[in-house]
C-alpha cells in the first residue's frame, strides 16, 4: 500500500479509511489500554506481555507495591485516575484492587475523563494533524509545506 500512497493527502485519505472502521468506544479502550500498559511497564517495570485486558492487577502488583507507585502511574498517564486507598483496604477507586482487571481500570478511566478523550477521537482535523506531524518530523521540513497535494518525492525531497 506506501508505494501508492505519493502525497501527504494519499496518506491522510489512507489512514482516514482504516480508521472508520472502528467505533468510538473501540478506539478509546484501546488507546487508554495502551496508555495504561506504557505506564505500567514505565512505572513498575512490568513486562508488557504479562499485561492484557483479563489480568488481575493483584496478579502483576502487590498492594504496597500498588500503593506506592499510583503518585507516579497518575502522572505518566496523563489522565485522572481512581484514587488508591490505603495499602490496609487495597481499594482502587469503589472496587478492591484484589479483584481489578485492567479492563475494568480502563473502563474507570475512560468514565472519568469522557471529556478530555472525546477531544481525541480521530476526527478528520485530528488524523490529518497527525499525518502533518509525521511528515514533519520524519521528512524534516517546514509544517507550511505539507498540503494535501504535496507530493514526498516531488515537493519535500523524499528518496
Not at 479502550?29 to 513486562?47: E, G, M, P, T
Not at 477531544?119 to 509545506?145: G, H
Amino acid at each position: 500500500d506506501a508505494e501508492r500512497l505519493v502525497t501527504a493527502g494519499d496518506v491522510y485519505d489512507y489512514v482516514r479509511a482504516r480508521l472508520g472502521d472502528k467505533t468510538e468506544s473501540e478506539c478509546l479502550s484501546q488507546k487508554v489500554f495502551y496508555k495504561l500498559r506504557r505506564a505500567l511497564i514505565a512505572n513498575y517495570r512490568i513486562d508488557r506481555n504479562l499485561i492484557s485486558p483479563d489480568t488481575n492487577l493483584n496478579d502483576l502488583l502487590t498492594y504496597k507495591e500498588i500503593e506506592e507507585g499510583w503518585p507516579f502511574l497518575q502522572m505518566f498517564i496523563d489522565l485522572e485516575t481512581p484514587d488508591f486507598i490505603g495499602a490496609q483496604r487495597g481499594w482502587i477507586g469503589f472496587k478492591p484492587a484484589q479483584v481489578l482487571t485492567i479492563r475494568e481500570i480502563v473502563g474507570r478511566l475512560i468514565g472519568l475523563n469522557a471529556t478530555k478523550l472525546a477531544i481525541e477521537v480521530n476526527s478528520d482535523e485530528n488524523i490529518w494533524q497527525r499525518v502533518v506531524d509525521v511528515t514533519v518530523r520524519q521528512l524534516n521540513v517546514n509544517r507550511e509545506d505539507v498540503q494535501k497535494h504535496t507530493s514526498f518525492a516531488r515537493d519535500l525531497g523524499m528518496d
